[in-house]
């Protein structure tokens, strides 16, 4: 049996692929082909312009524990820090999808510390978060904690936290 040889002799056919790949590249290799530029660099605009920091207060937030007891209730403590006094909204919400009969059910639930004075350190906050239907309510087990600033005045970098969770038996 005759094996198969390319028209260019006994080279494979592959190097002949290759061969005249080059060879185009190798003819436009003196052919600009990018646009003409006509905006400014950006480089250029960036050394001109001043480097200012827009955020003179930074918030940090840290989901620290979410206990359930019968006597008060779901309770979710968050760490809030902040470089300078400060005042917003703090904004906590807690999830958890609860088994029902034979299906699941989200259960939700949210607080506002509306005008929270936030002094500069660490601080921690415990919210009593209640379902927003209460026919169900929070239990045991794993859950997802969202913590916001609103309403925060200019200067303050905008904080928010999303945590999985779990929810630990409280103090009775």
């Not at 088994?99 to 921690?124: E, F, H, I, M």
Request: proline share 6%.
């Amino acid at each position: 049996m005759r094996t198969y040889t390319s028209p260019g002799g006994r080279r494979s056919l592959a190097r002949t692929i290759v061969i005249l790949a080059a060879a185009a590249l190798g003819a436009c290799a003196g052919e600009t082909t990018a646009p003409t530029q006509h905006a400014p660099s950006l480089a250029l605009a960036n050394t001109t312009a001043p480097s200012v920091e827009p955020y003179t207060t930074s918030v940090d937030l840290v989901v620290e524990r979410v206990a359930d007891s019968p006597i008060y209730g779901t309770t979710v403590r968050v760490g809030v820090e902040c470089s300078a006094s400060t005042v917003f909204d703090l904004i906590i919400e807690l999830e958890q999808q609860v088994k029902v009969g034979k299906g699941r059910q989200l259960v939700q639930g949210s607080n506002t510390w509306s005008a929270y004075p936030c002094d500069q350190g660490k601080t921690s906050v415990i919210s009593t978060i209640s379902p927003t239907f209460p026919k169900l309510g929070f239990t045991l087990g794993r859950a997802t904690v969202r913590a916001w600033i609103a309403n925060y005045q200019p200067g303050v970098k905008p904080a928010d936290v999303t945590s999985r969770v779990r929810i630990v038996a409280g103090e009775e």
